[in-house]
């Protein structure tokens, strides 16, 4: 084990523990190799909601529902949590989930079935607002769904990007990627220069898990 992972191993070992029905999610998903928020990422939103104290949030990709079910542990009572899922067999689950009587705060989740970016589009047209939005979908897809996450978030609000150093690759010359693999690394390369060079958004890269973007939208 090197350094990096002995003071990742402290740290997590200083974290409190998850509430015993998400302590059992986690769990039930980990064996599954169903890919959810690891701790790192946890701590992260957990602070961000407290300080934030949103009162609408909004997910791209539900997965199993093991984010939104935390979120809805963490956030205000009044707040209300929309996620938004398309794979048939992650909605299996997440609708299982996400009516789990285990989960007190269930209530506070609506879960939307379809095309993220088509679901998005139809948000931004309602004129929906959120003041918290954790993106955790197709990471080739964040580029397309940015016109539209814009429009949906309100100015003081956070764009909470998961998964953006893909391993670390993100760093590396397209050249080095497997052919099959270079369009997801250029389009998270042009979503994350995007995302630091707006004028709209202030934006904070932190190497947590597999990398984590944190976009404050500017007061108008």
């Given at each position: 084990m090197n350094i990096e992972e002995r003071i990742s191993a402290y740290i997590n070992?200083?974290?409190?523990?998850?509430?015993?029905?998400?302590?059992?999610?986690?769990k039930e998903a980990k064996k599954s190799n169903v890919p959810?928020?690891?701790?790192?990422?946890?701590?992260?939103?957990?602070?961000?909601?407290?300080?934030q104290k949103p009162r609408r949030?909004?997910?791209?990709?539900?997965?199993?529902?093991?984010?939104?079910?935390?979120?809805?542990?963490?956030s205000p009572k009044d707040c209300m949590i929309t996620t938004i899922e398309k794979v048939?067999?992650?909605?299996?689950?997440?609708?299982?989930?996400?009516?789990?009587?285990?989960?007190?705060?269930?209530?506070?989740?609506?879960?939307?079935e379809g095309e993220a970016l088509?679901?998005?589009?139809?948000?931004a047209e309602a004129d929906e607002k959120y003041d918290f939005i954790f993106l955790d979908a197709a990471?080739?897809?964040?580029?397309?769904?940015?016109?539209?996450?814009?429009?949906?978030?309100?100015?003081?609000?956070?764009?909470?990007?998961?998964?953006?150093?893909q391993d670390g690759t993100v760093i590396n010359s397209k050249y080095s990627i497997t052919r099959r693999d270079r369009t997801i690394h250029m389009r998270m390369r042009e979503y994350l220069y995007a995302i630091t060079h707006m004028d709209e958004l202030e934006?904070?890269?932190?190497?947590?898990?597999?990398?984590i973007a944190v976009s404050y939208r500017k007061p108008i």
């Open positions: 070992s200083l974290d409190r523990e998850l509430s015993p029905q998400l302590y059992e999610l986690e959810i928020i690891g701790r790192e990422t946890q701590r992260i939103i957990r602070f961000l909601l407290s300080f949030i909004l997910e791209v990709g539900t997965a199993v529902g093991f984010s939104a079910l935390f979120m809805s542990e963490y048939p067999m992650r909605l299996v689950e997440a609708r299982k989930n996400l009516a789990d009587e285990r989960f007190p705060d269930r209530g506070k989740i609506t879960l939307k088509e679901i998005l589009k139809e948000m990471k080739g897809q964040y580029m397309n769904f940015l016109p539209e996450l814009m429009k949906l978030i309100v100015p003081e609000g956070l764009l909470i990007s998961d998964n953006v150093l934006t904070l890269i932190l190497p947590i898990g597999d990398g």
